[in-house]
């Protein structure tokens, strides 16, 4: 088998490239954005791209060219059933209601007044999202009726921006009080005020809908669970930060007394849904049931590299490095 690796540094395609090395599996570096890209990987048995959500080129291409490659026979990663629904919690919301799967209560609307009669009517605090977005960003508590109103004003006004300047400062900001950022972080976060990622110049404002999820108290930290061809597992703590109710981004972990029902949850939903890869973040309501936040193909892996070890399908437990990469590669080879 050969494999068409579209290589980004500091992507899951640097550890591609070097199990493909260490293990003598033909490759080649293709360049996916070039026009003829469809013909470059014409001698290739699979092609992989982890493709980012931050970066608009990928957004652009990605999935077509993925998806294009897929229906032609070519063996892909991210496929079609992994990542359709990947960096849209509202598709998400769909899908893991669709397979009655235990995710937070979520609620969409694309009707302003039926928003609006909602607001009026339903319990808070709440969380607000954008479809769109990582490790917490437009991610908001909303505590109030006023605030609620207030954000559906927005999402059926002007909008809102991809990138949030002053929350950008705020993180970095929080994480520099926690000893997680320097001050040179710090002054990076005032200059994104004035001047915004290449990203979020380029992607459209987030209007004509607005999304919801129940807050679930109690909870000092999430669970994610890692999720590779339904075979593979690992899982790590991730605490909450300090006045604030989010753990992703928080560069808090622990790996200790993982609950196993997450795991047998995450293998269940994970081979039910067919994914290659899939990271779950888990919260447990006031009954200690798993709840699913949200899902995603592509995760950070600072945290989840130091676990130490993972679970079968089998829900037996091997103690020793987990590199998802090497699962991800292998279960396509």
């Not at 397979?99 to 609006?116: C, E, G, H, M, N």
């Not at 929350?167 to 009080?177: C, D």
Request: aromatic residues 14%.
């Amino acid at each position: 088998m050969k494999i068409a690796i579209h290589h980004r540094k500091s992507s899951f395609s640097d550890q591609w490239i070097e199990y493909c090395e260490a293990h003598k599996i033909d490759y080649k570096i293709v360049n996916a954005f070039d026009t003829n890209i469809i013909e470059q990987i014409g001698d290739c048995d699979a092609f992989i791209w982890h493709h980012h959500h931050n970066r608009f080129k990928d957004v652009l291409a990605a999935k077509k060219i993925l998806f294009a490659l897929e229906h032609a026979g070519v063996k892909v990663f991210p496929d079609f059933k992994t990542s359709w629904h990947f960096d849209d919690k509202v598709a998400q919301k769909y899908l893991l209601e669709a397979i009655d799967a235990p995710l937070v209560p979520s609620y969409v609307f694309y009707d302003k007044t039926q928003a609006l009669d909602w607001a009026k009517k339903t319990t808070y605090p709440k969380v607000f999202k954008l479809k769109g977005g990582a490790g917490a960003s437009n991610v908001k508590l909303v505590k109030s009726y006023s605030q609620a109103i207030a954000l559906i004003n927005i999402a059926f006004g002007r909008g809102f921006a991809q990138f949030s300047r002053l929350g950008s400062l705020k993180e970095r900001f929080n994480k520099f009080k926690s000893g997680k950022d320097t001050l040179i972080g710090v002054l990076k976060g005032f200059a994104r005020i004035f001047i915004v990622p290449e990203f979020a110049k380029k992607h459209p404002v987030e209007k004509g809908y607005i999304y919801f999820q129940d807050f679930i108290k109690n909870n000092d930290f999430d669970t994610r669970v890692v999720v590779i061809n339904g075979e593979f597992a690992a899982a790590e703590k991730r605490f909450v930060r300090e006045g604030d109710f989010r753990a992703s981004g928080s560069g808090m972990f622990s790996y200790e007394n993982i609950d196993i029902n997450l795991i047998k949850v995450a293998f269940e939903v994970a081979n039910k849904l067919d994914l290659q890869s899939v990271a779950f973040d888990f919260i447990l309501d006031e009954n200690d049931k798993p709840m699913i936040i949200e899902i995603s193909y592509g995760f950070g892996i600072s945290g989840i590299s130091k676990v130490p070890g993972y679970w079968d399908s089998s829900l037996n437990w091997h103690k020793g490095k987990f590199t998802p990469q090497d699962f991800m590669l292998r279960s396509l080879l």
